[in-house]
């Protein structure tokens, strides 16, 4: 897939208010080229540039095999640059698009300065061996090449990668590496949903610079957790997003920022939920607004209701506090953001009626409640004083950082649990399990197949895993990164 690199003429100062982004963002209507003729996020800073999505990689024949090479790069910002983390020279990365029982082999050049590694955020493929192994590190200069073996019941669904390296997950994702894995199957032939307009939406907030001073970032940051200077859409300010009343939206979104909560609403429409982390709800769920926390996906569908400009937007919220610093330190270190806008609908006439949608998308069975739990268990995210890294704060799970000699649970293979995730802080942070996908019990939301929860601050979540179908040994942590960089991580070993 390619898309015209002449950007519409767009002449004017931008100023987004509340983000920090300070200048003048400029362009002349010129054509910005990120070379090679990757369409992959080449982001240029100026709002309302027309949509585009990265490169689309597709497996053939039961296979894909990619090379992801990870270096920094200048891409694009106005008529400057700015400094950024890439895969193939590109943020986000291409989209890996596979099927169930596909082999998926994905070789990663690290062309850092540091080390690094991949994970597949979501699939249900092995965490060992040279597959979805997290404990794997790639040094710099090298490379490592994984195989997943993706089984033929994976559910169809919006998923991504990204680094892994204890204690730089956080620079390294919100300096730009992270990609979508899109699994399809023939939920996806639908005849309604293969109508629609399908993109793909990767959220990211870097911070904005001409250097690589833009990863680092103060331990009161780190403990806040970091939020960037601009909010984008593939790597996109604002992009226009071009609609017709005559045809769905259907749009896959993952939040891939280190920190920040995007609470989605698009202006004039109600949003139309037909797949969470996991996979497809077994029928739409009307909402008017979705928040995604960092490491969440979610899938909608849209029908676009009159021609028009409609914005999409991340509404205000406020994630809380570390409790250290509060809004003292120049704004950087509270969790509240303010309305942004992400993207335009621009909707334009269609010329046959508009398209209606779907009663139900995914059979019952693949959205079957989890059965009743084999056993219970409490975990505890937790911040404390004293004892941290860097003399600051102290990130838990059940009393205990990060430490990956240690395995904090085991549990029998077969078995299915009932996980009560308390939250002891004043921050929200959210929980995620690789490998075993969960259904939420408590709170009840629109239901579906998770493997990242919001666990609010001072309160908790009930969650339901069956433990089945893979045995290994991986990582449960916050993803807001700089807390698990910071020790907020566990280790589970299912055999
Ligand atoms: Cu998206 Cu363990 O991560
Ligand atoms: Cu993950
Ligand atoms: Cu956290």
Same mark, same amino acid.
């Given at each position: 897939?390619?898309?015209?690199?002449?950007?519409?003429?767009?002449?004017?100062?931008?100023?987004?208010?509340?983000?920090?982004?300070? +200048?003048?963002?400029?362009?002349?209507?010129?054509?910005?080229?990120?070379?090679?003729?990757?369409?992959?996020?080449?982001?240029?800073?100026?709002?309302?540039?027309?949509?585009?999505?990265?490169?689309?990689?597709?497996?053939?024949?039961?296979?894909?095999?990619?090379?992801?090479?990870?270096?920094?790069?200048?891409?694009?910002?106005?008529?400057?640059?700015?400094?950024?983390?890439?895969?193939?020279?590109?943020?986000?990365?291409?989209?890996?698009?596979?099927?169930?029982?596909?082999?998926?082999?994905?070789?990663?050049?690290?062309?850092?300065?540091?080390?690094?590694?991949?994970?597949?955020?979501?699939?249900?493929?092995?965490?060992?061996?040279?597959?979805?192994?997290?404990?794997?590190?790639?040094?710099?200069?090298?490379?490592?090449?994984?195989?997943?073996?993706?089984?033929?019941?994976?559910?169809?669904?919006?998923?991504?990668?990204?680094?892994?390296?204890?204690?730089?997950?956080?620079?390294?994702?919100?300096?730009?590496?992270?990609?979508?894995?899109?699994?399809?199957?023939?939920?996806?032939?639908?005849?309604?949903?293969?109508?629609?307009?399908?993109?793909?939406?990767?959220?990211?907030?870097?911070?904005?610079?001409?250097?690589?001073?833009?990863?680092?970032?103060?331990?009161?940051?780190?403990?806040?957790?970091?939020?960037?200077?601009?909010?984008?859409?593939? &790597?996109?300010?604002?992009?226009?997003?071009?609609?017709?009343?005559?045809?769905?939206?259907?749009?896959?979104?993952?939040?891939?920022?280190?920190?920040?909560?995007?609470?989605?609403?698009?202006?004039?429409?109600?949003?139309?939920?037909?797949?969470?982390?996991?996979?497809?709800?077994?029928?739409?769920?009307?909402?008017?607004?979705?928040?995604?926390?960092?490491?969440?996906?979610?899938?909608?569908?849209?029908?676009?209701?009159?021609?028009?400009?409609?914005?999409?937007?991340?509404?205000?919220?406020?994630?809380?506090?570390?409790?250290? +610093?509060?809004?003292?330190?120049?704004?950087?270190?509270?969790?509240?953001?303010?309305?942004?806008?992400?993207?335009?609908?621009?909707?334009?006439?269609?010329?046959?009626?508009?398209?209606?949608?779907?009663?139900?998308?995914?059979?019952?069975?693949? !959205?079957?409640? !989890?059965?009743?739990?084999?056993?219970?268990?409490?975990?505890?995210?937790?911040?404390?004083?004293?004892?941290?890294?860097?003399?600051?704060?102290?990130?838990?799970?059940?009393?205990?950082?990060?430490?990956?000699?240690?395995?904090?649970?085991?549990?029998?293979? &077969?078995?299915?649990?009932?996980?009560?995730?308390?939250?002891?802080?004043?921050?929200?942070?959210?929980?995620?399990?690789?490998?075993?996908?969960?259904?939420?019990?408590?709170?009840?939301? !629109?239901?579906?197949?998770?493997?990242?929860?919001?666990?609010?601050?001072?309160?908790? !979540?009930?969650?339901?895993?069956?433990?089945?179908?893979?045995?290994?040994?991986?990582?449960?942590?916050?993803?807001?990164?700089?807390?698990?960089?910071?020790?907020?991580?566990?280790?589970?070993?299912?055999?």
């Amino acid at each position: 897939m390619s898309y015209p690199l002449s950007r519409r003429a767009f002449l004017g100062v931008i100023g987004v208010s509340g983000l920090g982004v300070s +200048g003048a963002a400029l362009a002349l209507g010129a054509c910005s080229s990120n070379g090679g003729g990757s369409s992959g996020g080449s982001a240029d800073g100026v709002a309302g540039a027309a949509f585009a999505a990265p490169e689309v990689l597709r497996s053939a024949n039961g296979r894909l095999a990619v090379t992801l090479r990870a270096a920094p790069a200048q891409l694009p910002w106005g008529t400057t640059t700015r400094y950024a983390l890439t895969y193939n020279g590109s943020s986000p990365g291409p989209t890996l698009v596979v099927a169930p029982g596909d082999e998926l082999v994905i070789t990663l050049e690290n062309g850092l300065d540091e080390p690094t590694n991949l994970h597949t955020h979501g699939l249900h493929v092995s965490p060992g061996g040279d597959a979805d192994n997290v404990f794997v590190m790639v040094a710099p200069g090298k490379s490592h090449t994984y195989t997943y073996a993706i089984p033929r019941t994976h559910r169809s669904g919006t998923f991504w990668y990204h680094p892994h390296h204890h204690g730089s997950v956080a620079p390294q994702v919100s300096g730009g590496l992270a990609g979508m894995i899109v699994v399809r199957d023939a939920l996806d032939d639908l005849a309604a949903i293969a109508a629609a307009d399908e993109r793909v939406l990767v959220l990211a907030d870097p911070r904005i610079g001409r250097d690589r001073g833009v990863l680092d970032a103060s331990m009161m940051t780190r403990m806040q957790g970091r939020q960037g200077d601009a909010v984008l859409v593939n &790597g996109l300010l604002q992009p226009d997003l071009g609609a017709t009343t005559d045809r769905l939206q259907h749009w896959r979104i993952v939040n891939a920022s280190a920190s920040r909560y995007h609470r989605l609403a698009l202006d004039g429409h109600p949003l139309h939920v037909l797949g969470t982390d996991g996979g497809r709800l077994a029928a739409p769920v009307e909402r008017a607004e979705v928040l995604l926390a960092p490491g969440e996906r979610v899938e909608l569908l849209i029908a676009p209701t009159a021609p028009g400009r409609h914005v999409l937007r991340a509404r205000a919220y406020d994630r809380g506090s570390s409790g250290m +610093g509060g809004g003292m330190m120049g704004g950087g270190s509270n969790g509240r953001t303010s309305d942004v806008a992400l993207a335009t609908l621009v909707v334009a006439a269609g010329t046959s009626a508009g398209a209606a949608l779907p009663a139900t998308v995914a059979d019952a069975a693949t !959205v079957a409640p !989890v059965p009743a739990p084999t056993a219970t268990r409490t975990l505890t995210l937790a911040m404390g004083m004293g004892g941290g890294m860097g003399g600051g704060m102290s990130f838990t799970i059940d009393g205990r950082s990060f430490d990956d000699a240690r395995t904090d649970i085991r549990i029998a293979a &077969g078995t299915v649990e009932e996980w009560t995730i308390r939250n002891t802080s004043g921050m929200d942070h959210p929980f995620h399990l690789h490998v075993w996908a969960f259904q939420v019990v408590e709170p009840a939301g !629109v239901g579906g197949w998770k493997d990242t929860v919001s666990v609010p601050a001072n309160g908790q !979540v009930r969650i339901r895993i069956p433990f089945t179908g893979l045995t290994g040994r991986t990582v449960y942590h916050c993803h807001i990164l700089d807390h698990e960089d910071l020790g907020m991580m566990g280790v589970i070993e299912v055999a």
